[in-house]
């Protein structure tokens, strides 16, 4: 336990309800003073929005935040910076455009006769740069110029000079930079501790978070699960406080073998061969057969999204291939996935599934009239059809076909971008965590009917941050991790095989 001098900021007791939400549910936090502590969990843990409350973009229903000894109510995030606390997010919020010295003293440069002191400006920025990155740059290039791992020290910079900071917090820093730009900006967390600065590191990354934190604090479903001395847990154990699950308990699981294999065909849907994209995915081989669920397990962070979105065409690869149906694939966009037969129902179904302001009827036709071209629209009468079809085959849970889509529960939402999906009869269907959200009852629907697809000849992907909902729903098993495939199952497998094929080198 820390120590109560030791303490630069404690949080005591912080909860905070959003409409439906328990985000925060009496959770505690501890910082000392030169110290990096590790902030993990899961999507829906509560991370950001504990965060978002110490640098007062949200502000807690209830509890306490004490920073040296005293009593502090952040208003807004610049009042949370003028008393000594920034943040440098996952995007590099800067300007690419501006030299690095504009953007390390913007707002505060240097004046001289009613105008800016370029040369006073540089000078300082130079010297501000190196004295706290350890590293000389020339600071009256473009920001733009520069890797990401020196904007992110650019960012850090220009924090930790506006606030005089002693507190900074790192929101997934190392998500878009390489192992030699992360060793860099180890080296710069770790010059900030020797000084005093006390940080709080968010990262999905197992592998960094031993590396570089001191403690852990693990909330999950918005609680505290602990805070535990780095050295003291093991890979394995701090994954297993993640996802909910005793070692014990993970030790008498096994997996349930799914009948339904019967099903699985020796011919391959879709094809990979080392497909990657540089900074976002490393190679990957995958094959996905007809009558086939296979499932990616890994934690938040591990490339899970990324394949699924390299599969369907968002994202474009820069080495590798892909067949579909046998044919090599070299039009990467979702139109033309749509074309091949190919469906991704999103992990965020509020920002890339439902049209909130649509009716049922109206997103469950949006694929099958994208695929169509939209000067060959659906009639009415053929919407309405497929609309009540879906609706009936997948118990939606509606009035009517006209009902707005944002009136409906988050189940029934689910369902809604799934018949958007099934509506144009894909070959193969890619789930992204489709029961995140949603009740017990939905999700075994769910599970039931994307075992069925698969019996009808499909391939199915199936994405899910719950270890036993993808033991149950899936034939054969792709372990990532640290955006690389790492490991593959079949048959009869445990759930502990996977978390520590997930955890890594301990293993």
């Given amino acids: 336990m820390s120590e109560p001098d030791q303490n630069i900021l404690v949080m005591e007791g912080i909860s905070k309800f959003f409409p439906g939400v328990q985000a925060l549910d009496d959770v505690s936090l501890t910082l000392r003073k030169g110290e990096i502590l590790c902030l993990v969990g899961e999507n829906g843990a509560g991370k950001s929005t504990l965060m978002k409350v110490l640098t007062g973009v949200e502000h807690a229903d209830s509890g306490k935040i004490l920073f040296n000894g005293k009593p502090i109510r952040p ?81 850090i910079t220009r924090a930790l000079y506006l606030s005089s900071a002693q507190i900074l917090i790192l929101d997934e820093p190392t998500s878009s930079l390489d192992t030699q730009e992360t060793a860099q900006l180890f080296k710069v967390m770790r010059k900030l501790k020797e000084e005093g600065v006390g940080i709080v590191f968010i990262t999905h990354f197992i592998s960094q978070i031993f590396e570089i934190s001191d403690r852990i604090t693990v909330l999950r479903n918005g609680k505290l699960v602990g805070t535990y001395e780095t050295a003291s847990i093991t890979r394995v154990g701090l994954i297993s406080k993640m996802i909910g699950r005793t070692l014990a308990e993970l030790d008498e699981m096994s997996a349930i073998k799914l009948e339904s294999s019967k099903h699985i065909r020796s011919e391959a849907l879709l094809e990979t061969r080392e497909l990657g994209l540089s900074g976002t995915l490393s190679p990957l081989s995958l094959d996905l057969h007809a009558g086939e669920v296979v499932g990616l397990a890994g934690l938040l962070g591990s490339g899970r999204t990324e394949t699924a979105h390299i599969l369907f065409g968002v994202e474009k690869p820069d080495n590798g291939e892909m067949n579909f149906l046998g044919s090599p694939v070299h039009d990467f966009s979702p139109l033309s996935s749509i074309k091949r037969g190919v469906a991704l129902c999103p992990e965020d179904r509020k920002a890339a599934g439902i049209v909130d302001d649509l009716t049922v009827r109206e997103n469950i036709i949006l694929a099958m009239q994208a695929r169509k071209g939209w000067f060959k629209f659906l009639t009415q009468s053929e919407q309405y059809e497929i609309a009540d079809r879906y609706i009936s085959m997948l118990n939606i849970a509606t009035p009517s076909a006209d009902q707005a889509v944002k009136n409906l529960s988050g189940g029934n939402q689910q369902k809604v971008i799934l018949a958007r999906w099934l509506a144009i009869n894909p070959h193969v269907l890619i789930l992204d965590e489709p029961t995140r959200g949603i009740d017990v009852g939905s999700k075994a629907e769910i599970q039931k009917l994307v ?48 978390i520590h094929a997930i955890a890594g080198s301990e293993a």
Avoid at 96 to 115: C, D, H, M, T, W
Avoid at 121 to 146: C, W
Wanted: charged fraction near 25%.
């Fill in 451 to 498: 075992l069925s697809l698969a019996e009808e000849g499909k391939a199915c992907v199936f994405i899910s941050s719950e270890m036993e909902e993808v033991l149950r729903t899936s034939h054969r098993i792709v372990v990532l991790r640290e955006r690389e495939k790492v490991a593959e199952f079949s048959g009869e497998v445990e759930e502990n095989t996977i």
């Fill in 75 to 155: 208003k807004s995030p610049r009042h949370a910076q003028e008393l000594g606390i920034s943040t440098v997010y996952q995007e590099v919020n800067l300007c690419p455009n501006l030299s690095v010295a504009e953007n390390i003293l913007i707002g505060r440069e240097p004046q001289k006769f009613g105008s800016i002191d370029w040369k006073k400006m540089n000078a300082l920025a130079a010297e501000t740069f190196q004295r706290m990155m350890g590293i000389s740059i020339d600071v009256t290039q473009p920001l733009g110029t520069y890797t990401v791992a020196i904007q992110q020290m650019v960012a």
